[in-house]
């Protein structure tokens, strides 16, 4: 059976002309690869030997590694590997079993009883290999014995019938949904490069994943092989940075350091495989320079919102992806993860170095996951936030608080969706043991307890610019600045193209934000802070938080992708998830259903999903 039917090469060449190889495409079994060029390990057999398994015409060979630790390797011990393979790899097929090779890591000697040609027939190997540890069971008989030069995880590889090396596989996967900008590959040597392959007729970009089996979790590396999607404003070594934007792109080599947020993440485990969609400089919105992700839940057509859209859109389309990495300063992750129906967090403000990370405000940018997966969420924020992630206090809060929660007279959400969140409201009640439920009214709170420093200032007339000052005169400031004059000193002269919403954010700060302006921005959000933390979310020694307050973002209203809004208002105004950041307090996104809506695109009903966000007291998180 012949399983790799199709090779293509991809080549790099340098200034002197001299050409090498970057990495094949190869089929197998209708399911498209990249080889990599970097070899892994060595086979010790001859090219005779090797030449059982080959494909005429076709170098590669397709192959599977597999341990076993028992004394005596049996056809049902080879066939529940197989089936173990298939079940937690997507990268594995049966196709690669076209050639084996079999090493023991028990004590030694080890024995295989034979036969095994019924098993190995229905599977298609025409070569299997087996390392030495086997040689006294096998005496006699045919069987190649021969060494790997390297050990190497089980799994999936490809194998070259000429001279044994070995090469990872990586299963190529279509960006349907626009999440990535590009997808990329480890070098060995801590560096990445961008995957050079493509697969045919997808109309999207590339991302190659490698095998789940090469990567076992231990203590020291909880996250080993979960594969992670990276927002495009974090530098990773060997790649560009482009942050939405395609001149500060182009004019920026490759980094040569990893941010620390990311670095922290991979020294787990983490396989990264590929940066993520984000609006221009984590703010905009105008897809200019690059098309918006698609998000995949309702119709196909709603909007993506929120500058971390790429994270959202690869968590909720894609099985094969497992956690992303986004950033959130206003709700930049917040409200995609909650329009995709996904878990996500805002941390409480500080947790970790942002070094290595295109700014929009010192301030407020945190970094934040967004994953299905509320186990490996945990795990990972474990990992990011350090000694900073709180679970070991003896009780949970017994107060809730709520924001915009649909009542008989007044809600913003939709019948159904009131259903779906009022039924939950009423489990989380019972399962926290809580009070009643308190509906909080932020003006009204401020009235009844101003801060002293407010002098009677209402509070969106004291904070409602705020956040606004902050992030348009800090991103100009560290961002701006220094882009226009290296744009224009390598242009010679010229300014480099900036989407209208940052444009018009910058613009504003710089004629409307005086430097006493801004400083008064910056102490009105400290005294906010204060206020914040001593009327609204309070610490708690028991529970760390005293109350949990919660709100929705998405109201199960459709908003559909294909509607122009309306250019950016630079107006006093006070948003939940705004005062959070002012606050510096934790938000995290839990999705809890779905609800229906009627859709003007398909004109049949369909689903939306419905989110809850929970607001802590900072460092609770």
């Not at 192959?63 to 393979?85: E, R």
């Not at 007044?410 to 009022?422: C, D, F, G």
Request: charged share 15%; with cysteine; glycine share 8%.
């Amino acid at each position: 059976m012949t399983r790799a039917v199709v090779i293509t090469w991809a080549f790099i060449s340098s200034a002197s002309a001299a050409i090498s190889e970057s990495g094949k495409t190869v089929v197998v079994d209708g399911i498209r690869y990249h080889v990599a060029s970097d070899v892994v390990s060595v086979i010790g057999a001859s090219a005779d030997m090797l030449s059982r398994a080959s494909t005429a015409g076709v170098d590669l060979i397709p192959l599977s590694i597999i341990s076993d630790s028992s004394a005596s390797f049996t056809a049902s011990i080879l066939q529940s590997t197989v089936d173990y393979y298939t079940k937690s790899d997507d990268v594995f097929n049966t196709g690669f079993l076209q050639s084996i090779y079999l090493k023991h890591t028990g004590p030694s000697p080890a024995a295989i009883q034979y036969p095994l040609d019924s098993v190995l027939s229905q599977y298609g190997t025409k070569l299997f290999m087996v390392s030495r540890e086997y040689q006294s069971s096998v005496q006699g008989l045919e069987q190649p014995i021969t060494d790997l030069q390297k050990d190497i995880p089980s799994g999936p590889y490809f194998m070259s019938a000429k001279t044994g090396n070995v090469y990872r596989a990586y299963r190529l996967y279509p960006d349907t949904y626009q999440a990535f900008t590009e997808g990329l590959k480890e070098n060995g040597d801590g560096s990445y490069s961008v995957l050079d392959t493509a697969v045919d007729r997808s109309q999207t970009s590339t991302i190659g994943v490698p095998s789940r089996l090469y990567s076992t979790k231990t203590d020291a590396q909880p996250l080993a092989g979960v594969r992670l999607g990276v927002k495009d404003i974090y530098d990773i070594a060997g790649v560009k940075t482009g942050g939405g934007s395609r001149a500060y792109y182009g004019l920026y080599p490759e980094k040569t350091v990893t941010a620390i947020t990311v670095q922290r993440l991979i020294g787990a485990g983490a396989v990264i495989v590929g940066k993520m969609v984000t609006t221009q400089f984590a703010r905009g919105g105008d897809w200019v320079d690059y098309p918006a992700s698609w998000n995949v839940r309702g119709d196909g057509y709603q909007d993506p919102i929120g500058s971390s859209t790429g994270p959202a859109a690869g968590i909720a389309g894609y099985d094969w992806l497992d956690i992303t990495l986004g950033s959130d300063t206003g709700g930049s992750l917040r409200g995609p993860a909650s329009l995709y129906g996904a878990f996500g967090n805002r941390p409480s403000f500080g947790l970790v170095s942002l070094e290595g990370v295109i700014p929009l405000s010192t301030k407020f940018d945190t970094p934040g996951f967004i994953t299905r997966d509320p186990v490996l969420w945990h795990s990972a924020a474990k990992i990011l936030y350090a000694e900073n992630i709180t679970s070991n206090f003896p009780s949970m809060p017994k107060k809730i608080l709520t924001i915009d929660f649909p009542t008989k007279d007044n809600s913003t959400l939709t019948p159904e969706a009131t259903t779906v969140v009022m039924d939950f409201l009423s489990k989380l009640q019972n399962f926290l043991q809580a009070d009643s439920p308190v509906a909080i009214d932020f003006p009204k709170l401020w009235e009844a307890n101003p801060p002293a420093a407010a002098n009677g200032t209402s509070l969106v007339d004291f904070i409602g610019l705020a956040y606004t000052v902050c992030t348009a005169v800090q991103q100009y400031n560290l961002l701006a600045v220094p882009f226009y004059a290296d744009y224009s000193a390598a242009n010679q002269g010229r300014q480099p193209y900036v989407e209208p919403g940052v444009a018009s954010a910058w613009d504003w700060g710089q004629k409307n934000v005086s430097s006493d302006g801004y400083n008064q921005s910056i102490n009105n959000g400290t005294v906010f802070k204060q206020w914040w933390e001593e009327n609204v979310m309070k610490a708690s020694p028991e529970s760390c938080s005293e109350s949990l307050m919660l709100y929705v973002i998405q109201d199960g209203n459709p908003v559909y992708k294909p509607v122009y809004r309306s250019a950016p208002k630079f107006t006093p105004s006070i948003y939940v998830g705004r005062l959070v950041s002012l606050a510096g307090a934790p938000d995290l996104v839990f999705p809890i259903g779905q609800a229906p809506y009627n859709s003007t695109v398909t004109l049949k009903e369909e689903m939306l999903p419905i989110a809850v966000n929970f607001i802590a007291a900072k460092g609770c998180d």
